[in-house]
Nanobody, 117 residues
Framework: QVQLAESGGGLVHAGGSLRISCQAS????????MGWYRQAPGSQRELVAA?????KYADSVKGRFTISRDNDKNMVYLQMHSLKPEDTGVYYC?????????????WGPGTQVTVSS
């Protein structure tokens, strides 16, 4: 098991920037990928960005968001620029492991990001 703890969410005006962080309780090198997902009210959870063998972004955030990781500190970050009201939601840190053909997903409790217009 791994514990994930997000931080850094808050309220920001449209066009602003925010960086959210995720602290893992064990080495993030143990996982095939680390990522960020978000869930808006009334919507399904969706992938925002992931960092594994390669980096992947949702089309809606390309060019505005950057995922990064500090393997020594077991930290994953999401730098968000040019924020839009539609970026509002709860952002969840995810750790993905593939073991003997089984997929395991671990989640943090989430951090709220609210973008006002």
């Amino acid at each position: 098991q791994v514990q994930l703890a997000e931080s850094g969410g808050g309220l920001v005006h449209a066009g602003g920037s925010l960086r959210i962080s995720c602290q893992a309780s064990q080495s993030i090198n143990n996982f095939a990928a680390m990522g960020w997902y978000r869930q808006a009210p009334g919507s399904q959870r969706e992938l925002v960005a992931a960092s594994g063998g390669h980096i992947k972004y949702a089309d809606s955030v390309k060019g505005r968001f950057t995922i990064s990781r500090d393997n020594d500190k077991n930290m994953v970050y999401l730098q968000m620029h040019s924020l839009k009201p539609e970026d509002t939601g709860v952002y969840y840190c995810n750790a993905f492991r593939l073991l003997h053909g089984q997929e395991y997903n671990y989640w943090g409790p989430g951090t709220q990001v609210t973008v006002s217009s």
